[in-house]
Nanobody, 127 residues
């Protein structure tokens, strides 16, 4: 599986962006997926996860109520709608896929759970 993230850019605080992650291969609909981010000088951290059919989601407390994860399996694409952005959201955002179908939030919050990673897209939020 190859993942390609896009949609990052420069936005003012309070603004919105939508990230996309396009996956190659036929097995996309069998993978739980996640978004992580890494700010300069910090470790990569969990943002959100979604089950293989999109029925279940999980969010980091820092983005809950502002970000929405979704997926369109017909298009092999996952999304992250980011609203009310804050300067603290500035980071490189990565999408990731887990090759086993179980949606277990505690496991999907760990970056070591994921088997495939995209290259990242930079989000910069100015104050």
């Amino acid at each position: 599986v190859q993942l390609q993230a896009s949609g990052g850019g420069l936005v003012q605080a309070g603004g919105s962006l939508r990230l996309s992650c396009v996956a190659s291969g036929r097995a996309f609909s069998t993978y739980p997926m996640g978004w992580f981010r890494q700010a300069p000088g910090k470790e990569r951290e969990f943002v959100a996860a979604i089950s293989r059919r999109g029925a279940s989601t999980d969010y980091a407390d820092s983005v809950k109520g502002r970000f929405t994860i979704s997926r369109d399996n017909a298009k092999n694409t996952m999304y992250l709608q980011m609203n009310t952005l804050e300067p603290e959201d500035t980071a490189v955002y990565y999408c990731a896929a887990h090759q086993y179908s179980d949606f277990v939030p505690a496991r999907l919050r760990r970056r070591t759970t994921y088997d495939y990673w995209g290259q990242g897209t930079l989000v910069t939020v100015s104050s």
